[in-house]
């Protein structure tokens, strides 16, 4: 590595986006069971149980109060047809209350799959590492002290943001895990909903949600594949201009393109719910 202050201070910048979007490539591919070590995991799946008797016991609620609403009298509910629908309802709610945990962690490894199948279609492994051309190093490297003084502060300046997109982005897919999390945790209470008619809509619409969450990963990947297209070109050094124009020029353009990713990334939930016209 170079001995100038400005040429580390720009590869420190990159290297750390660098390794946070490999961060982000291995947490895509990577479930909740493993996440930090899987001890998050445990105590979701505690917290899981310990709402599964109030899950059933909303179950019980949700469906007594869905057959009052739907059935205009006692009478009704006596017809062999009406009693098994009753029946064949409440069954497969408790079913689904019961084996929640199931249920959602195959829809999970559903869009696992579609990740990597997105992942070997692209023909990418992991994203480009950006990296200081050597021209520019060795421009940087021959200026004198006064044509430092600029250069310094575009530095800071970009290197700053780059570090501050960096966390953006590894954070916003930290936040993915929590929200797979949190619907895991508490899926036994809106789960019990499917046992009542009038109230299986707020059922159908948390398995949507998650499905969404889910999903999130795959419009992520997305995001960085072509990031790491654009990677693959870098922008053109411009050897003529002044150093502090030129790196100006050069990680600007980069930093573009990073803002870029880290609003396909922000809007990864906006996009997949309206996918989903949620």
């Known amino acids: 590595m170079s001995d100038n202050w400005v040429v580390q201070n720009l590869q420190n910048s990159l290297e750390n986006w660098n390794e946070k979007l490999a961060e982000v490539w291995e947490l895509l591919t990577e479930s909740p069971e493993d996440f930090r070590g899987g001890g998050i995991w445990e105590i979701i799946q505690d917290i899981h149980g310990a709402l599964m008797a109030i899950g059933l016991a909303l179950l019980v609620l949700f469906f007594v109060v869905g057959v009052i609403k739907t059935c205009g009298s006692f009478t009704e509910v006596k017809k062999p047809e009406h009693a098994v629908k009753l029946f064949v309802r409440f069954a497969i709610a408790k079913g689904v209350v019961t084996y929640g945990l199931e249920l959602m962690m195959a829809l999970f490894e559903i869009v696992q799959g579609i990740i990597s199948t997105?992942?070997?279609?692209?023909?990418l492994g992991n994203?480009?590492?950006l990296i200081l051309p050597d021209e520019m190093v060795e421009a940087i490297e021959d200026c004198g002290f006064f044509e430092s003084i600029p250069l310094w502060a575009v530095t800071l300046i970009c290197s700053l943001v780059i570090t501050i997109l960096s966390f953006i982005i590894i954070l916003s897919v930290y936040a993915r895990f929590f929200k797979l999390y949190i619907?895991?945790?508490?899926?036994?209470?809106?789960?019990?909903?499917?046992?009542?008619?009038?109230?299986?809509?707020?059922?159908?619409?948390f398995l949507k949600s998650y499905a969404a969450v889910c999903l999130e990963g795959a419009i992520i990947l997305l995001a960085c594949i072509i990031f790491s297209v654009f990677a693959e070109s870098p922008p053109v050094v411009n050897q003529d201009a002044a150093p502090a124009a030129m790196v100006w020029s050069y990680v600007g353009e980069l930093i573009f393109n990073m803002l870029v990713?880290?609003?396909?990334?922000?809007?990864?939930?906006?996009?997949?719910?309206?996918m989903m016209g949620l």
Do not use: H, W
Request: glycine fraction near 8%; charge should be positive; hydrophobic fraction near 40%.
């Open 261 to 274: 990713l880290v609003g396909a990334v922000k809007l990864a939930d906006r996009i997949v719910r309206e």
């Open 183 to 205: 619907y895991t945790a508490i899926a036994p209470v809106p789960l019990s909903t499917f046992a009542g008619e009038p109230t299986q809509q707020i059922g159908k619409s």
């Open 118 to 123: 997105i992942m070997k279609a692209s023909g």
């Open 127 to 129: 994203n480009n590492e």
